[in-house]
C-alpha cells in the first residue's frame, strides 16, 4: 500500500470513525430515541450524564461539560496528543503515513514497541502454526485427535482458533524471530517484553517461554494476537497452562478469549456465555454456542462487561463448573460485577453444569443443543446467590430457619429495586419457612441501622411539657398520661444508633487497607473483642480475618506487594465463605474501597511507627463508636422494660448519664440521695 501525507491520513482516520462504536469501547451505552446515553467517564458519574449522537457524530457530558468528536474523546480517554492518536489509528486502520525525507526502513525503525510486539505475535502465531503440521507434532495432534474425534471438527477446531506447536528445544522460537526482525537485533530485550523469551538464569542471551505445548492464541476483537495460551502435554511439565504475561497489548482485564469469533453470534443472540478455560470456549463454540467467551483465567472485570455490551450482549451467561471452584468462581464474579450492574441495563445469569463437568466435558459429550438447554435454565445472579447462601441449611428445623433469615437479610437489603426486592422476600420468607412480614421487618431494621437518617423515631414519646417537682422521698404518683421523653432524653435520641455500620466498615478497611495494617488493625481489634459487630456480614468478615491472623496465612511475608496481600485475602475469605456470597460480596466491596479510603485519611504516605499511631488513634475513634452504640442499645433496652412515670423519666436520664459517663446537665432541683444505677 502506498504511503500518504499525514494530513490526507488524518481526514481518512476520522471519517472511518463511528462514535458510538468508539465510545461503546469504553462505556456501556443505552439508545434513548434517536441518540445514546451512558455513564461519562471523565468524572465521577452515578447517573448517565453523557450522551451520544451517532447522526451528528459528537458526545456531550451535561454534568462535567466534556464533549467533542470520536478523536477528542479518544485522545482524552488514551491521554494522547493529537499526532499520536492519528498515528495510533492509522496503523490500526492499514494507511500508511508518509514522512519528509523517510524510507520505508526508517518509518519501520520509529514503529513504536506496541506495534512491533503485534508484529513478533504475528509471526510467531505463524510460525507455531507450520509447525503443528510437522511429524514432529504427534503428541499434540494425538492430544487434539482425542478431543474431536471427527476430522471435519478436528480441523475446524484448528483452522477457526489458529491453533499451534511449540517443539521441544531452548532457542526455536527465539532464533527465528531475531532472523527475521533487523529490529531484536538491536533490542533483543523486546522478546522478554513481548512475553515470547524469558532471560538466561546464568549468562546472557534468551530462550524460548513456550516448549513442547499446545498453543492457543489469543486474539483482540478486531483479531490482533495480543498473547498466547500454552497447554502442556504431560503430567510432568508444569504449569498445566502457561500464559503470557500483560504487555502493552495484553492487558486480560480488556480481553475476551474466543471475543473475536464470537462478535456475530453475540448480536444475534444479544447474549454472549462467559465461561472460564480455553478448550470451553473452543468446544463450546464448535458445538453451535457462538457466543462463548472465556475470561483469560482472570476475574471477570466492568470492562468485560462494556465489550460484550459493545457487541450487542444484553444478557450474560456465567457458566461455570459445578465443583467447589466453580461455584466459587461464580460468586466472585458476581460480587466484582455486581457494583456496575445498577448503572447498566446488563442482565447477568448463572448456569452451572451439572454432574461435576465443566462445558467443554459436558458439550463434548452431551451436544451443544443439550448445552443450549442449560443455558434456557439459567438462574438470575440474585437467585443463584440467595440459593447459595441457604446451602446446606437445615429449613426444616427453627435454627435452620433463624440461620437462614439472618444469612440472606444482608442480600435482601441490598437489592434496590423495590418492586424487585418485595418479590424476593415474598419468594424466599416462603423457601425458608417464615412469614413473609417476619423477614420484611428484618429488612427493614438493617436497612435503617445502614442509613441511621431516615430512621423513624423508636417508641411512640413525645416530649414532655409538665414540670413537676420531685418530693424528698423520690418520685410522685402522676396521673396516667401517654409515655413520653424528658428533653435531656430526647436529646441523647438522635446519635443512638447513627455512624455504628460505618464504625464496623471503618474499621475493617483500615484492616485490609495494607500488608502493615492488616496486623497492626487485627491486634488492636482482639484486644477490643468484649462485643461484636452488629451487621452480620461484618461480623463473619471479622471472624475471618481473625482466622486467617492466627494461621498468618495473610501476613505480610506471605507475598510483600499490597496486590499479592489483597489477592491472597480475597482467595482465603472466598474459601472459608463459599456459601455465604453475602459475606463475599461485602468483603469485595470493602477490599475494593480500602485503599482509597485510607488515601483520604493520609495513610498511604506513612510506615513504621508513625502509620502504627496514626492508625491506632483512627481505630480508637471508631471503637469507640461501637462502644458508645452498645452501651445506648442497652439503655434502650432497659427504657423498654420499665414504666414511664415522670419521676421514673427522670432516673432514666440519669442512667443514661451515668453509663455513659458524661457530664450531668444543670438542674434547678436535682434529686436527692446517691444516683440510681440502672441494672
Known sequence: MSRIPFAEAADRVKSALDIVDVIQRFVILKKTGRNYSGLCPFHSDKNPSMNVSREKGIFKCFSCGVGGDSLTFLM?????????????????????????????????????????????????????????QEPEAKPVQGYLANRYSDPALYQQAIAHFQLGYAPPGWENLTTHL??????????????????????????????????????????????????????????????????????????????????????EAIRQHKAAVVMEGYFDVISAQLGGIGEAVGSCGTALTDSHLKLMARFGAETIYLAFDSDEAGLKAALSA??????????????????????????????????????????????????FKLDMTLRGLALNTPEGRIQAANRITPLLTDIAQANTRAEYIKLYAEKIGISEQALLLEVNR?????????????????????????????????????????????????????????????????TLSSPESFPLMMSVLASQAQFAFDDPAHQEIL???????????????????ANGFLGTLIEKMNHLYLDRPDVIHTFADLALTAENFCESLGLSTLSGNQLQERLTVIAQEQLKVLANWHRRRQLMAFKTNISQSAGEQVELTYAFHDRLQTPLPATEHPPPGPAHSAP
Open 446 to 510: 438493617l436497612e435503617q441501622s445502614r442509613n441511621p437518617g431516615q430512621r423513624k423515631p423508636w417508641g411512640s414519646f413525645e416530649k414532655s411539657g409538665d414540670k413537676k417537682a420531685i418530693s424528698k422521698s423520690g418520685s410522685t404518683s402522676f396521673k396516667k398520661q401517654k409515655p413520653k421523653l424528658t428533653d435531656n432524653i430526647l436529646e441523647l435520641r438522635a446519635p443512638l444508633s447513627s455512624q455504628h455500620i460505618a464504625a464496623e466498615k471503618n474499621l475493617l478497611m483500615l
Open 334 to 383: 458476581i460480587a466484582l460485577i455486581e457494583p456496575y450492574m445498577a448503572s447498566t441495563e446488563l442482565q447477568v445469569k448463572v448456569l452451572i453444569v451439572p454432574d461435576g463437568k465443566d462445558p467443554d466435558d459436558f458439550i463434548r459429550h452431551h451436544g451443544g443443543d443439550a448445552f443450549r438447554a442449560l443455558i434456557q435454565e439459567a438462574r438470575h445472579f440474585l437467585t
Open 178 to 263: 531475531k532472523a527475521h526482525f533487523d529490529f531484536i537485533q538491536a533490542s533483543p530485550d523486546l522478546l522478554v517484553t513481548a512475553g515470547l523469551s524469558n532471560n538466561r538464569d546464568h549468562g546472557q542471551g534468551h530462550y524460548d517461554r513456550f516448549r513442547h505445548r499446545l498453543i492457543i492464541p489469543i486474539l483482540d476483537e478486531k483479531g490482533l494476537v495480543v498473547a498466547f495460551g500454552g497447554r502442556a502435554l504431560s503430567d510432568e511439565d508444569k504449569p498445566k497452562y502457561l500464559n503470557s504475561p500483560e504487555t502493552v497489548v495484553y492487558k486480560k482485564s480488556n480481553v475476551l478469549y474466543g471475543l473475536y469469533q464470537a462478535r
Open 76 to 132: 482524552k480517554i488514551e491521554n494522547k496528543t493529537y499526532g499520536e492518536m492519528i498515528r495510533d489509528l492509522a496503523q490500526e486502520q492499514g494507511i500508511e503515513i508518509a514522512y519528509d525525507g523517510q524510507n520505508i526502513e526508517a518509518a519501520n525503525n520509529q514503529r513504536d514497541a506496541r506495534q512491533k510486539i503485534l508484529d513478533l505475535n504475528y509471526v510467531s502465531a505463524q510460525w507455531f502454526r507450520e509447525r503443528l
Open 543 to 561: 471472624e475471618g480475618l481473625r482466622s486467617l491472623s492466627a494461621d498468618n496465612i495473610a501476613s505480610p511475608k506471605t507475598d510483600p506487594s
